[in-house]
């Protein structure tokens, strides 16, 4: 079975511009969430999603926004991009009825300059 | 709400030497713990989880870990380290809900191991 898959791996923006991230679950998993991992703050939860609707949210800004597919593909979204959001973009599915049993893609790197 | 602290952002162990990597956590309900490993530019693996039943849990690549709940500790230890050992861990916390992804994760402890 493949595993969670995020594209694209690496990413440049300067700031002000809006980005898009993708992740694709594995197979059968209907549910999505989002991590922002820096240096100073580690991992950090940003969404979950679960049949196309989002429902946990951790504490960032409205610039960062997500949205899931009726296929369980996910994106999201960070407009007017700011220094502080270089970092990397973990994505994680969990099979249905196991939100703890989170496998974790290879993440986006994102770098605002 | 709940919460993971590790002991100790850096460990540095010789290959052949115990792993010991600390993790406390606060609950207010009784916790599931993990933990994950993160190799350069990948992202997290799963070692191992206790959710209930025995204490002591083993995981993948020969780590183990015991849930002591006088402690509210999760300590993770390997017996004899590995030079591919060599990378991030992460204890992280859920509340067991299983349909709503609350986990918390700690700020992370690299393991450096030296031949």
């Known amino acids: 079975k493949a595993g969670v898959t995020q594209t694209p791996r690496y990413l440049i923006k300067t700031r002000g511009q809006q980005v898009t991230l993708s992740c694709s679950p594995i197979?059968?998993?209907?549910?999505v969430s989002w991590y922002q991992q820096t240096p100073g703050q580690g991992l950090q939860f940003l969404f979950e999603?679960?049949?196309?609707?989002?429902?946990n949210k951790g504490n960032f800004p409205g610039r960062f926004s997500g949205r899931q597919f009726s296929n369980s593909r996910s994106e999201m979204n960070v407009s007017t991009l700011e220094l502080g959001d270089s970092a990397l973009y973990l994505c994680?599915?969990?099979?249905?009825?196991?939100?703890?049993?989170?496998?974790f893609g290879p993440g986006t790197r994102l770098t605002v300059l | 709400a709940q919460s993971v602290t590790q002991l100790g952002s850096h460990v540095s162990v010789s290959e052949g030497a115990l792993v010991l990597l600390r993790c406390n956590y606060s609950?207010?309900?009784?916790?599931?713990l993990f933990w994950y490993v993160q190799y350069p530019n990948q992202g997290l693996q799963l070692l191992l989880k206790?959710?209930?039943?025995?204490?002591l849990v083993k995981g993948i690549n020969g780590f183990e870990a015991e849930f002591k709940k006088s402690e509210t500790s999760f300590h993770l230890t390997k017996p004899s380290a590995h030079m591919s050992d060599a990378a991030e861990y992460f204890c992280?916390?859920?509340?067991?809900?299983?349909?709503?992804?609350?986990?918390?994760f700690g700020a992370g402890t690299r393991l450096t191991v030296k031949p």
């Open positions: 197979s059968g998993h209907r549910s």
């Open positions: 992280a916390v859920t509340r067991g809900n299983l349909n709503n992804n609350d986990m918390r």
């Open positions: 994680a599915s969990s099979p249905p009825g196991l939100a703890d049993e989170q496998f």
């Open positions: 609950s207010s309900v009784p916790p599931y």
């Open positions: 206790y959710t209930t039943g025995a204490t």
């Open positions: 999603y679960f049949s196309e609707t989002q429902r």
